[in-house]
């Protein structure tokens, strides 16, 4: 008797439903970093002009807290705080309540 | 809360430039319900009823909006869901993808947005937006989208000077730090077999004058030229910020109706668009950003794109 062959549709389709709901990742969900260089001739082309990011913006997050009445970041005093906009990867770090201490990064460079 | 339909804002709390546009909202008196997909399901709680459209509400802790309050949308930076660890890696994926279509749908459901996250997800394909901006006739420069080595060898010897840029803005993780992928000058020479490994992007070299960052809310055109002062910015300016001088400019009068003809087609209220402005004067179509950064060209320049921003989410829909 021939084994029925079970198909379960768990992969990464070219066109996803996720695609249309896009999200980035989590505050202080630092992606892994071990990660090493494939061989040459195995790297993707692409990924061989791939540079280190520009120096992190280090943004004190223990000095802003985000404000649930104001809905926007203020600092100590309570006044909204406008942080300027960074240009490149920011690192926070955070000890304000609204999660652990952690750090993460964000990228802006579109 | 009165009459006036509430913006909501999509997006993480730590968004500094969502801030710009809450404060600005704030001072025109429009209500704002800011929440991020990150608090849900924990801390964002949703109940839709299906009636004639979607009714309910949201409810974080310390506010709640019903959905039929709802004005204008802004999807902004938003982070995807969290759940509890005790989940084990299979639940929380299967979780995410309720919520994604639950909450996410609701949303996705809702008549207005800047812009409709599909849309942005839909226009951020680099193949899409460059046909259509060749089909609204802007100038588009010569480009091959290949994992064929020697297609592309052939495409860069023809034309002398090629760029590789990657299809989207992802980097890579690697011994121990992050690194980004910009657009680099290349011979055919420099090609090599792996381009045999994934899909690769190379666009014929356009001599520039200067690049320009036009950002378009609505009708609102906001022109900058970006001079970059070292090498590695006269490639790509996103590799060297602080080599960098911002300037206002004008936008010809073809470019701005093409532009206009551009987010029309690819169903966009907002984008940040990048050009080349050639030696003679030409204006060259590189990309489309249908969620790119323009904060920081505010504060370079005094542009007053959180003021369009906050007419755009409380003006009706454009005619």
Known sequence: MTP?????????????????????????????????????????????????????????????????????SVDAAGSPAFAKHSTGPT???????HKSMDSDTDHTED | MGCEPTVLIVTQPFDVTADY??????????PVFRCNPGDFPRRLTLAAHLDEGWTGSLHLPDRHISLDEIGCAWYRRPTTFEFPDELSAEERRWATAEARLGLGGVMAALPRWLNHPCDIARAEYKPVQLQAA?????????????NNSQEARRFAKERGQVVYKPLSAAGV????????VYANRLAADDITDTVSATAHLFQAWVDKAYE??????????????????????????????????????????????????????????????????????????LEANPNGQWAWLQDATGLPMATAIADALTKGPRP
């Open chain 2, 173 to 180: 993780y690697e011994d121990g730090q992050y690194r980004l």
């Open chain 2, 212 to 285: 320009v960052r036009l950002t378009v809310i609505d009708d609102e055109l906001f022109a900058v030229r970006i001079d970059g002062q070292s090498a590695a910015a006269a490639i790509d300016w996103r590799a060297d910020y602080d080599n960098l001088r911002y300037s206002v400019i004008s936008v010809p009068g073809w470019v701005r109706h093409r532009v206009l003809d551009l987010l029309d087609v690819l169903m966009l209220r907002f984008a940040a668009l990048d050009f080349i402005v050639t030696p003679d004067g030409g204006w060259v179509f």
């Open chain 1, 4 to 72: 029925a062959v079970s198909v379960i549709a768990t992969g990464d389709p070219l066109f996803r439903a996720a695609d249309q709901v896009p999200l980035g990742r989590n505050l202080g969900l630092v992606t892994p970093t071990d990660a090493i260089p494939s061989r040459p001739g195995v790297r993707p082309f692409g990924l061989g002009f791939a540079t280190a990011a520009a120096p992190t913006v280090t943004v004190d997050l223990s000095a802003l807290c985000y404000d649930v009445q104001l809905q926007l």
């Open chain 2, 21 to 30: 546009v809450v404060a600005e909202l704030h001072q025109r008196g429009v």
């Open chain 2, 134 to 146: 060749r089909a609204v006739g802007l100038t588009v420069p010569d480009t091959l989208i290949t």
């Open chain 1, 91 to 97: 690192n926070t770090r955070t000890s304000d309540g």
